[in-house]
């Protein structure tokens, strides 16, 4: 039987004594309680009952001496009330179950009540208006005095009665207790005795041989494999013994390979680190995979020391020998393209899955003649994300043995050599493309430059070196504001500050330059950030100083022109009119000629000032003549359209 059975068989059995004996102990309690509780609830109503008898017996004599005394028969009907009260309450204590003595001494209690009853009739059948009859009844109730101290006493023989029964009760419930405390000794004992051979059952059957098995397994832990475990009988855990002993022959067999596998696969983790270390190194892609494939020879012993790396040409149709060891310069020349899907090398690119040819140049996929040289191959794709960037080609020994330990190592170097291709050729591209870009932001004929949150210099290209006049050692940390005019450093504090949106509109600041002269610029820009955090402004910046000189001379220009225009309107419309007065005046000077007085005197006034006005007129006329004017030395007027 299983050890497991026998210990669940074992604790139900005793838990079943247990309890069995529990459940007897209680029920026997219960019992021995239940009739304890019953005699002295019987005791306590027989005494209640001789007490309130007692008193109605009291209260009916002395209703009997008021009548009496009085003759009123009010008292006589108390005295029934009460009577039959206490008559009740005989009858219901002679219905009570009583032992032999308290049914003589009700007995008695009855007797006297009857004999008391009987002489207050013969008290209420007196005439109590004679003498005679008063006498006779005082008589009677003497007697009733006798009787009620009699009754008296039975009753007080009652109450000891009882009070023996409640002694009688008290011994019981200490029998009680007795057999209750030797109930409870009996179940400790039998649980004691069921624990202590529950345990030693589980020191024998359980915890003994689980010591051995411990032992053994410490053993087998030291490395002492020929240990045998001596656990003896049909238990699960000899069982397991047994097993375990089967389990240190199976590792003593199989730990004679275990070490030589274990110092392979150290050799191949140390490999792969030494290519991983070797990948992590600086220098160009063809550096880089020289040294990896160097590496890669150099830490497996089961490879000849000669090999090869494919990677793939942009168009996808050739693999070029990017680096290779040990090879003739003959076999270089000669495979340095190869097609895709040609030989054993382009198959593997094409398909993206190892190749071991254990034949080598027998084997149908090799299509290149014998130019290897003979041997087995195994050509390892070198992947990234999915995507063949190339091939190694190595030459196993004749001795050697692919096993899956060995093509997970393969698909790991193939996976690094890949992503070292990648970052090289992304990193490549990544610093061209940061060099242009520098290049465009420094050769630039804007402005350019970046600002922190305060308005602090952070980057410049040269034009604004030549700009300011300053090198980038002065202006880098320097604040902008130093170069703006006070109505320029509001704008700019706003910007910083964020009030105005940088980016929407262009604004023109006016900017002093170190020689002393004011110029202008229109700037825009857009927010930095840094992870999320405002990090700054780009700004992007032009000189229109030119441009607004140009601007202004434009517009005098055209206030000169407009001008003109005006002279040409005056001398159209004030020529006219001026020509026939001055003809007119000079027809009537010549009629007037030789003579003298005041109509000549007014007349030669009048000419003389119509030529006045002749001549003010041809002076405004000579605004508008064409002549070509040098504003600004290398700009002319007509430059001015294509701002």
């Known amino acids: ?21 529990t459940v007897l102990s209680v029920e026997n309690i219960t019992g021995e309680f239940s009739q304890t509780v019953r005699s002295v609830g019987t005791i306590s109503l027989e005494v209640r009952k001789v007490w309130n008898i007692e008193q109605k017996l009291g209260d009916a004599t002395r209703m009997v001496r008021e009548y009496v005394r009085t003759g009123d028969e009010h008292y006589r009907r108390n005295y029934r009330v009460f009577h039959d009260a206490a008559e009740q309450m005989l009858k219901e204590m002679n219905a009570l179950k009583l032992d032999k003595r308290e049914v003589k001494v009700l007995g008695a209690l009855m007797n006297d009540f009857n004999t008391i009853e009987d002489k207050v009739e013969r008290i209420f059948v007196l005439d109590l208006a004679h003498v005679g009859s008063r006498t006779e009844a005082n008589t009677l109730l003497n007697d009733l005095d006798n009787l009620a101290a009699w009754m008296q006493h039975d ?39 069921f624990l ?83 990948l992590g190194r600086t220098g160009t892609l063809k550096e880089v995979l020289q040294e990896s494939l160097k590496t890669v020879l ?73 130019s290897h040289l003979g041997g087995s191959h195994i050509v390892i794709p070198i992947k990234s994300r999915g995507i063949v960037l190339g091939v190694i080609f190595l030459y196993p020994v004749k001795s050697f043995s692919l096993k899956p330990s060995d093509v997970r190592m393969f698909d790991t170097i193939g996976a690094q050599l890949g992503m070292a291709v990648e970052n090289i050729r992304l990193y490549a591209e990544v610093k061209e493309s940061s060099e242009k870009y520098w290049d465009l932001f420094e050769k630039s004929r804007d402005i350019l430059f970046t600002v922190d949150g305060t308005g602090r210099l952070t980057v410049v290209n040269e034009s604004m070196e030549r700009f300011l006049g300053r090198t980038k050692r002065e202006l880098i940390g320097s604040s902008i504001l130093d170069v703006l005019t006070e109505e320029g450093r509001a704008l700019a504090r706003r910007i910083l500050a964020g009030d105005v949106p940088l980016g929407e509109r262009i604004f023109e600041f006016a900017v002093n330059r170190p020689d002393g002269r004011q110029a202008y610029l ?8 840094a992870k999320n955090r405002f990090a700054g402004f ?36 004030i020529n006219n009119p001026l020509t026939t007065v001055i003809g007119n005046t000079e027809l009537l000077l010549d009629r007037f000629e030789g003579g003298e007085g005041e109509l000549k005197k007014r007349l030669e006034l009048i000419l003389g000032n119509a030529l006045r006005i002749s001549e003010i007129v041809k002076r405004m006329q000579e605004i508008k003549q064409d002549k070509t004017v040098e504003y600004l030395k290398g700009v002319k007027m007509t430059d001015l359209t294509n701002e």
Request: glycine share 8%; proline share 2%; net charge neutral.
């Open 538 to 573: 780009q700004v992007a910046a032009r000189d229109v100083t030119e441009q607004k000189e140009l601007r202004e001379l434009l517009v005098k220009a055209e206030r000169l022109a407009a001008i003109g225009q005006v002279g040409i309107a005056m001398r159209h419309e």
């Open 298 to 370: 150099k830490s497996y012993a089961d490879m000849e020391p000669r090999g090869g790396i494919f990677l793939c040409d942009p168009d996808g149709e050739t693999l070029r020998l990017t680096a290779h060891l040990g090879l003739t310069p003959e076999f270089a020349a000669r495979e340095e393209r190869i097609k895709m899907g040609e030989c054993l090398c382009g198959v593997v690119a094409q398909t993206g899955e190892m190749i071991y040819a254990d034949k080598g140049c027998g084997d149908p996929r090799h299509t290149r003649g014998d």
């Open 522 to 529: 229109e700037i825009s820009g857009r927010r930095l950030f």
């Open 196 to 278: 202590l051979a529950f345990g030693l059952y589980l020191y024998r059957k359980l915890s003994l041989p689980l010591v051995q098995l411990w032992q053994g397994a410490e053993e087998i832990s030291r490395g002492n494999l020929d240990y045998q475990m001596q656990v003896r009988g049909e238990t699960d855990i000899a069982m397991l013994a047994e097993r375990f002993n089967e389990m240190a022959q199976k590792l003593k067999a199989s730990y004679a390979g275990l070490e030589q596998r274990l110092m392979e696969r150290t050799q191949q983790v140390a490999a792969m680190n030494s290519v991983a270390l070797t």
């Open 1 to 21: 039987m299983h050890i497991h059975r026998r210990l669940i068989i074992l604790v139900g059995l005793g838990m079943l004594l247990i309890m069995t004996i």
């Open 155 to 193: 009753i007080e023989r009652y109450k000891e009665e009882n009070a023996l029964r409640l002694d009688s009760v008290a011994k019981d419930i200490e029998g009680t207790k007795l057999r209750i405390n030797i109930l409870f000794g009996i179940i400790l004992v039998t649980m004691v005795g």
